[in-house]
């Protein structure tokens, strides 16, 4: 389908027009996830990643105003350079940043929706975003979820970002009728964490039951996402115990500072690396590499069904 703010690269227009697997790739993870060069770097080994399953990777951003479908390595290497001078975008501010002719780092949310306009339906991320704990004053709930309940992608991620109250985002996700499947795993993981207290609501063990269940899902009319929920490797997985305690330190310094809103995730997720001595991040960009491993996989099981 045509649209007139849209430029997909060659590599990508042509897998979709030949039905080949394609896995769309955020770029609020370049932009606003991650320092430079780690950024770059990462950004360019998960796409290579999508590569080694047999998948074509589609990193989408705004870039002067432009909807981008496929990044070149320049384009990747300018939005990590420019880190948070990107702006940061969601649902609501495309418009505004596309008419502006800006740059705009994707977040799942615009992900997912320049992915839907050309039929990609597969997705790859570290984390969504969720229901943020005290939301019951705050009402700070991402975009992501409803963005979920309405577009057909399927999210591969390493479940909810641990900053957030897990229990409320499982339950808006239900109450939107967005399903929460583990990857070989029953429990919900949490990020950093392979393991939460919480349960998924349904275990698929292979990416072909994964790509079975998505068609069937959007074949009756079911529209909406579903999350894939695939824990961080083992190798790389941090304790619950430290985690939970850097984020308790943070989200009182975030408090304190009065830091919310857009400004909240890059802010914590920047300083629980520093107070693990980095060891957060490593554990964010094996998980990611991961994510789009499996992603990949499901890509090409999906369009061979």
Not at 119 to 147: K, Y
Not at 202 to 228: F, H, N
Not at 248 to 264: M, N, T
């Amino acid at each position: 389908m045509s649209n007139p703010y849209r430029d997909i690269s060659p590599e990508v227009a042509s897998a979709i027009e030949s039905n080949q697997p394609v896995v769309a790739l955020e770029s609020i993870i370049i932009a606003h996830g991650m320092p430079y060069p780690r950024n770059v770097e990462t950004a360019l080994r998960v796409e290579d990643a999508v590569r080694e399953q047999g998948a074509v990777p589609a990193t989408i951003a705004i870039i002067e105003g432009r909807l981008k479908l496929g990044l070149s390595r320049e384009q990747i290497g300018y939005l990590g350079k420019e880190g948070r001078r990107v702006t940061k975008v969601s649902r609501r501010d495309m418009p505004f940043v596309v008419t502006a002719k800006q740059d705009g780092a994707t977040t799942v949310a615009a992900t997912m929706i320049v992915a839907a306009m050309a039929g990609i339906r597969v997705f790859a991320t570290g984390g969504i975003g969720g229901v943020h704990r005290g939301a019951a004053e705050t009402l700070d709930i991402s975009a992501d979820l409803q963005e979920l309940a309405q577009t057909d992608v399927a999210v591969i991620c390493a479940g909810a970002k641990s900053i957030l109250d897990l229990g409320l985002t499982l339950e808006y996700l239900e109450t939107h009728g967005v399903p929460v499947v583990g990857y070989q795993t029953e429990i919900l993981p949490a990020f950093y964490c392979r393991e939460s207290e919480f349960s998924v609501n349904y275990r698929l063990d292979s990416p072909e039951q994964i790509a079975a269940a998505m068609k069937a899902k959007w074949a009756m009319d079911l529209r909406g996402g579903m999350v894939i929920a695939n824990p961080v490797p083992e190798t790389y997985a941090m304790p619950r115990v430290e985690i939970d305690a850097a984020i308790e330190k943070v989200l009182s310094e975030a408090d304190q500072q009065g830091i919310s809103g857009k400004a909240i995730t890059p802010f914590l997720l920047a300083r629980i690396s520093e107070l693990t001595g980095g060891e957060s991040l490593e554990s964010n960009i094996q998980l990611v590499l991961n994510n789009a491993r499996l992603a990949a996989q499901i890509a090409v099981a999906y369009c061979r069904g």
